[in-house]
């Protein structure tokens, strides 16, 4: 069955950078977009980023875009997402989610996240 | 990219049916039918209930159910059973190639 493992999180300084790692297996990772989603303490789920099933196509929610960079490595079945300039309100557990069926347009699996704590 | 707006709770008794509303706007709910929704117990990862406005994954129970009026989703969950308090996300496609949360609602079954 799918399955998806994130990992990379942990506790940075404001300004500084982290990268996080979602392995995939259970499924042809090379031919699905996968999304990342966070969730800050306590609050509710916020859309960060998607990447298309070969790399070529990219976007970003309007709070991470140019600091943070999706990509994919189809050889490793593994998804990225660089994160710089990180923030206080970055702080959060960040999920890899698969891109699902029908329109593709919705996320029907997902890791158990990693958490980020950014601070000083 | 505002969130989508939902309820901040609803509650109802065992065996009732409650339905949770989710309002965008033409740019996102009201312009797509592409529409999900996710159900998140304490500590656990969202788990994917409804897609494309109406459909149920395999293995997602038929008291689920979904539909779109304009530019409100709706979910509602009939027959409530105890297991179904969670906090529940409704999502949407935008017109600028990105995806939107709701707030999220806290079920509670009494």
């Known amino acids: 069955q799918v399955q998806l493992v994130e990992s990379g999180g942990g506790v940075v300084q404001p300004g500084r950078s982290l990268r996080l790692s979602c392995a995939a297996s259970g499924f042809t990772f090379s031919s699905y977009g996968m999304h990342w989603v966070r969730q800050a303490p306590g609050k509710g789920l916020e859309w960060v980023a998607v990447?298309?099933?070969?790399?070529?196509?990219?976007n970003y929610a309007d709070s991470v875009k140019g600091r943070f960079t999706i990509s994919r490595d189809s050889s490793k079945n593994t998804l990225y997402l660089q994160m710089n300039s990180l923030r206080v309100e970055d702080t959060a557990l960040y999920y890899c989610a698969k891109r699902g069926d029908g329109s593709g347009r919705s996320f029907d699996n997902w890791g158990q996240g990693t958490l980020v704590t950014v601070s000083s | 990219q505002s969130a989508l707006t939902q309820p901040a709770s609803v509650s109802g008794s065992p065996g009732q049916s409650i339905t949770i509303s989710c309002t965008g706007t033409?740019?996102?709910?009201?312009?797509?039918?592409?529409v999900s929704w996710y159900q998140q117990h304490p500590g656990k990862a969202p788990k994917l209930m409804i897609y494309d406005v109406n459909n149920r994954p395999s293995g997602v129970s038929n008291r689920f159910s979904g539909s779109k009026s304009g530019n409100t989703a709706s979910l509602t969950i009939s027959g409530l059973q105890a297991e179904d308090e969670a906090d529940y996300y409704c999502?949407?496609?935008?017109?600028?190639?990105?995806?939107?949360f709701g707030g999220g609602t806290k079920l509670t079954v009494l």
């Open positions: 990447i298309s099933y070969d790399g070529s196509n990219k």
């Open positions: 033409s740019s996102d709910v009201g312009g797509y039918n592409f």
């Open positions: 999502n949407s496609y935008t017109s600028s190639n990105t995806w939107v």
